[in-house]
């Protein structure tokens, strides 16, 4: 047998000897050069790629297209030997979906409105329901088709199908506004036109489901009700995207659109909003030195437009009705002076412009900040945030005016119940100003999103919308005699807010018996504590080598997005840990932690973030050579320059339709910016602005002879930043840092808006993940 035995040895090193070597690495594509200079403000610099943006240059635009082509092949052929891994991530993911993608229940007056989808249909259809004939109405799905099978009726009213509109819009339906009248008679809406790439305004009797010969319009911004659904405002834009036309439109009659408001200037814009009684329209008028804000009677919309407040600054602010009252809720400057976070003013609507008066509901204390509000007939809900916990409360209307202004502390401020680790809540879409029910969607880092119908009379609450990732299915709920949740929250003193119990936990689809949660402050390089979340699987080891991915945005005031999103099971179920960098220029914590990361100071947004990513490593949460960054739009900027700065911190990286050529983006815009874009990022006219910008610019700041992480760039040619920003930074990253086949930087383009697509949404994170596991676990 000895002699068998090492004859079979022999041959099989015999054909490992003969086993062709592996093909060598794809090789990326090279753009064409054609360097141009460029001046401004004493700097001269040189940019190579340049040409990419020339949009009226056929031959540039033809030259693009085949290198987008070769950047496609090129991705295409780096990630060839992942595709199995693809497939099952995509698998993963898509089947984690729910399959019911229709919208719960929402009642308003007498009608239940909500949107389903039908089988083999891409799109939904709106439709409604008489809520006095479904007492036992659990989900839209029942009865079939909206056909009760014990009267022999057809009890549901198809309003709008998009499918359809896909049809007249080119195949595509996409929805920016929509708009119920308070009469409950017309539909306003605006669908994208992709021949005109506008906003079209069109008008739906419900009753007919004919569309109305008039108003119809392009580039509609905005819309409000007026004359109890008689009447429309719309406003439309001019061809820079600057909202500056307000139009008034009789629903049925044959007359010209009037035009109510023109603004000349081209640094201000104009925004419309009903009041959530119908008995106003506010007209916001702002720019980046002064805001204004204007009431039109609803009942009389001809009758002029009457200033109510104003102040020389750019300010947020949001008008509401409520008997015989005005509350404004803002963030203007307070004598002069910049303030750190939203304020509510109450005035009487029938004080003369010249001598009005506004209260304030003051809150005296720095910790606790006003995030949102919304108002019903008889309740005012605030969502606030002290420290970093994040709550849902009501207080009893009409607040207590007329005695010198209203402290918050005084009043009985009832809290609503909450699932542990939230993270966010936004309000739902609460139209019905007379119900006492109120809906807000609850997020979690560790729990899919719920969507909540809180009663503020009696603190009773009932997830109507969630879905169960333990045993893939959805809860959409509605009706006396449905099977929903429905839960009492303590009544509590300001002093002493209340969550849900620890045995209610489980009522909220939580998943924090599988997944963890914690929280961090890390000191950045100037000692500032910044936020950091992380999430990971309660089964993995302290000793494991860990990889992870590290999130931020910190842009424009916004909250990062630190919503449970199911695609992200995929990562977590294999040891990676995400975590989510509050840095500052983000939302959530006061007006100064966002001007603390803009403009000059947008350098303090990128260090912390790295200052995180540094943390992840030392306190061995991440493996140091395992760190993925992650950046969304503004995010990419974030991460792009976290890199130019630290290469060697991150082993790999996803920036999703970045920004990330600065200087020339923010100097000769091909796309239309505004107002906020330049205060978010700086004015380059401004010298201390210019040479912040050019401090930070991703494009600007690429280092040479460095080796870089791998990254792959994903980008649309509709997104807001054109393709051209992504294609430009791979090409020079590519110049100028050092080769290295194992860390390719890649380019993906997607041809659709996939956020729109829920299928192709999964594909594209299936191959984020894929190339993440790819560059990090290899």
């Known amino acids: 047998m000895r002699p068998l035995f090492r004859f079979a040895a022999v041959a099989r090193r015999h054909c490992k000897a003969s086993r062709p070597p592996p093909p060598p690495p794809p090789t990326p594509p090279k753009a064409p050069k054609r360097p141009k200079k460029f001046n401004f403000q004493g700097a001269t610099w040189e940019d190579p790629y340049s040409w990419m943006s020339e949009l009226k240059d056929k031959v540039a635009m033809r030259h693009m297209d085949v290198y987008m082509e070769q950047e496609e092949k090129y991705t295409e052929a780096v990630m060839s030997d992942s595709e199995p891994l693809r ?30 989808v039908e089988e083999a249909k891409p799109y939904p259809v709106l439709c409604r329901r008489l809520a006095s004939l479904n007492d036992d109405f ?14 022999g009726k057809t009890i549901e009213q198809k309003l709008l199908d998009y499918n359809q509109e896909a049809e007249r819009f080119g195949g595509y339906a996409y929805e920016e506004l929509s708009e119920v009248s308070p009469n409950h008679h017309f539909l306003a809406y605006t669908m994208y036109d992709k021949d005109s790439g506008y906003f079209k305004l069109s008008v739906r009797n419900l009753n007919s489901g004919s569309l109305c010969s008039k108003p119809q319009a392009d580039r509609v911004s905005n819309l409000a009700w007026a004359k109890g659904g008689q009447a429309l405002l719309y406003v439309v834009t001019d061809q820079k995207m600057r909202p500056y036309r307000m139009y008034y439109s009789l629903i049925g009659s044959t007359d010209e659109d009037v035009l109510l408001l023109e603004e000349s200037d081209e640094n201000v814009h104009v925004s419309i909003k009903h009041t959530k009684d119908f008995q106003f329209v506010t007209v916001n008028t702002f720019s980046i030195t002064s805001s204004k804000v204007f009431l039109i009677n609803a009942a009389d919309p001809l009758s002029g437009l009457k200033l109510v407040w104003e102040c020389d600054a750019l300010a947020h602010c949001i008008i509401e009705h409520h008997r015989g009252y005005l509350y404004l809720f803002t963030d203007a400057p307070k004598g002069g002076r910049s303030v750190d976070c ?4 109450c005035s009487p609507v029938d004080s003369p ?59 009985d401020l009832q809290y609503l119940s909450l699932p542990k680790n939230v993270c966010q809540i936004s309000p739902g879409p609460n139209y019905d100003f007379f119900s006492s029910v109120m809906r807000f969607i609850i997020s979690s880092p560790v729990m899919p999103d719920a969507v909540v119908d809180y009663d503020l009379a009696t603190g009773r609450w009932n997830i109507i919308q969630q879905q169960n990732m333990l045993h893939d299915r959805t809860r959409i709920l509605y009706g006396k005699n449905s099977a929903s949740i429905s839960v009492d929250s303590s009544k509590s003193e300001c002093s002493s807010p209340v969550n849900a119990n620890s045995e209610d936990d489980h009522l909220w689809n939580d998943l924090s018996e599988f997944y963890t949660c914690e929280q961090y402050e890390v000191p950045s390089f100037d000692g500032v504590l910044i936020p950091l979340t992380i999430v990971f699987a309660r089964n993995n080891k302290a000793e494991d080598k860990k990889p992870g991915i590290l999130h931020g945005h910190g842009a424009y005031g916004e909250l990062l997005d630190k919503r449970w999103h199911s695609e992200l099971k995929s990562l977590l179920d294999r040891g990676w840990v995400i975590a989510y960098a509050d840095v500052r220029g983000g939302g959530g914590f006061g007006k100064k932690w966002h001007n603390d990361g803009k403009r000059t100071k947008k350098q303090n947004s990128i260090n912390d973030y790295i200052s995180c990513a540094k943390f992840l490593i030392r306190e061995n949460i991440v493996h140091e050579n395992k760190l993925a960054g992650w950046g969304y739009s503004a995010g990419g900027l974030l991460v792009a320059s976290a890199i130019n700065h630290s290469p060697d911190l991150f ?59 791998a990254v792959l760039v994903t980008s649309s040619f509709n997104t807001r930043f054109g393709v051209w920003e992504a294609a430009k930074w791979v090409a020079r990253v590519r110049d100028l840092s050092i080769y290295d086949p194992k860390r390719p930087i890649l380019l993906n383009l997607t041809t659709d808006l996939v956020e729109e697509n829920r299928y192709l949404q999964s594909k594209e994170s299936a191959l984020e993940a894929t190339f993440l596991i790819k560059m990090v676990e290899s």
């Open 87 to 116: 497939h099952k991530l995509h698998f993963e993911m898509a089947s984690r979906m729910p399959y019911d993608l229709s919208t719960p229940p929402l009642r308003w007056g007498p009608w239940l409105y909500y949107r389903r």
């Open 138 to 151: 659990i989900s839209h799905n029942y009865p079939p088709a909206g056909f009760d099978f014990t009267t």
């Open 342 to 345: 939203h304020y509510l003013l």
């Open 353 to 411: 412009s010249s001598t009005r008066k506004w209260e304030e509901l003051s809150v005296d204390d720095p910790n606790l900040i006003i995030e949102d509000i919304d108002f019903s007939d008889k309740y005012l809900a605030l969502i606030v945030r002290e420290g970093r916990k994040v709550q849902l409360c009501s207080i009893g209307l009409p607040l207590p005016f007329g005695k010198g202004g209203v402290k918050l502390r005084k009043l």
């Open 651 to 709: 082993r790999a990286a996803v920036l999703k339709v970045p920004f990330l050529d600065t200087t020339n983006t923010l100097l000769y815009p091909i796309l239309p910016l505004i107002a906020v874009d330049y205060e978010e990022f700086g004015y380059p006219g401004n010298l201390d602005d210019f040479c912040a910008i050019r401090e930070y610019s991703p494009y600007d700041n690429i280092r040479k002879d460095v080796l870089y992480p």
